[in-house]
């Protein structure tokens, strides 16, 4: 592990030099091709240098912040969109932390995520509304509170994992879906701490995605919201904004969905063979396809045959959503982790990672 922690050094401050030269260099080039050729070096540089490591709880995050989230923002700075561009020009502090790390500014108005329709601006009221819950019930519970009971249930199911032989694989399946879940949003959480000690006003990576509703809330309103305020403004919106003229509003917006859906299945299958270092079986890729044709399909239901005052109970809504992302999981996203052990190892890690913590 000391070797893995070195090279973890190595690649942070890689990194944190290599931004610096978009600050200083780069940015003082004209917006448009010359910029983005000016990058290319950065962009091989965040895409290879991840490989290096070889740990799950160092590789994937350092994966998805470097090489999906990192170079999609250094691809929008080419043309003077996104997080990384404003006027006045943002400090080297803030420039490197939003470049490189899973945060939005609050004050960003480039961050707003593809889900805010015009009858659902408050989803979080309307989902507990459903459910019979006082809309401010988990906003007023304090943050530590949340984080504390969050921690205590990862860690509940990480010892579990002890028992893991004598346990049904429908509970292990389960185990894995909150794992996924509470691990992903506290990783986050944690990567965000320090940017907000230094006064960064910065919006929650997760938003309950226990409460969603369907399909449309669960992606765009709730879960990991850095990858649909990224994939937003670089695939989605010019996506639909092509096709429009072409296939009209309706197919156009469909189109836009699936390959906004399957970009995130690529860069998923990139973080899989980071993990695996095994040649790609495309089954994470399938279930990021298959979540974007549904998700299209519910919206385009929506739109054109369900009236505003439809719905089911929240609790039907709920159980359904998670349910059908629960099993396509077992089915798709899963499988490729599990057959090269990537679950195991993983838990194995655990007791160093919270040894070095």
Not at 174 to 196: F, H, K, M, R
Not at 246 to 271: D, Q, R
Request: hydrophobic share 45%; proline share 7%.
């Amino acid at each position: 592990m000391e070797s893995e922690i070195h090279n973890f050094i190595k690649v942070w401050l890689s990194t944190i030099a290599s931004l610096c030269y978009c600050y200083f260099i780069a940015s003082q080039l004209p917006k448009g091709k010359l910029r983005l050729f000016s990058l290319l070096p950065i962009f091989y540089l965040f895409t290879t240098i991840p490989f290096i490591l070889s740990s799950f709880h160092l590789g994937a995050p350092t994966t998805f912040y470097l090489l999906w989230l990192g170079n999609f923002k250094l691809i929008l700075f080419s043309f003077d969109l996104g997080p990384l561009s404003s006027n006045p020009p943002k400090s080297l502090l803030q420039f490197i932390s939003l470049a490189c790390l899973p945060i939005k500014s609050k004050q960003d108005p480039s961050h707003q995520t593809p889900a805010n329709t015009k009858n659902n601006k408050n989803p979080s009221a309307k989902t507990s509304k459903s459910l019979g819950l006082s809309p401010s019930f988990f906003q007023n519970l304090p943050k530590s509170i949340i984080f504390g009971i969050k921690l205590v249930i990862l860690a509940l199911v990480v010892l579990t994992y002890e028992h893991k032989r004598f346990l049904h694989p429908f509970v292990v399946y389960c185990l894995y879906c909150v794992n996924v879940y509470l691990g992903a949003e506290l990783i986050l959480a944690l990567t965000a701490t320090p940017v907000q000690a230094l006064g960064f006003d910065i919006e929650p990576q997760f938003n309950e995605p226990y409460l969603s509703t369907s399909l449309q809330d669960f992606w765009s309103r709730r879960w990991n919201l850095m990858v649909p305020s990224i994939l937003r403004p670089t695939v989605y919106d010019p996506t639909r904004n092509v096709l429009i003229p072409i296939l009209g509003k309706m197919w156009a917006l469909i189109v836009a969905y699936v390959a906004t859906f399957l970009v995130s299945g690529l860069m998923h299958e990139i973080i899989y063979y980071q993990l695996t270092r095994a040649r790609p079986t495309w089954e994470v890729t399938w279930f990021f396809v298959l979540q974007g044709v549904c998700t299209a399909a519910e919206v385009a239901v929506k739109r054109l045959w369900l009236t505003d005052g439809w719905g089911l109970h929240g609790a039907i809504s709920r159980a359904l959503t998670l349910g059908f992302i629960g099993v396509t999981g077992v089915w798709l996203f899963f499988p490729q982790i599990i057959r090269h052990g990537v679950d195991e190892k993983a838990i194995r890690e655990y007791p160093v990672m919270i040894e070095i913590s």
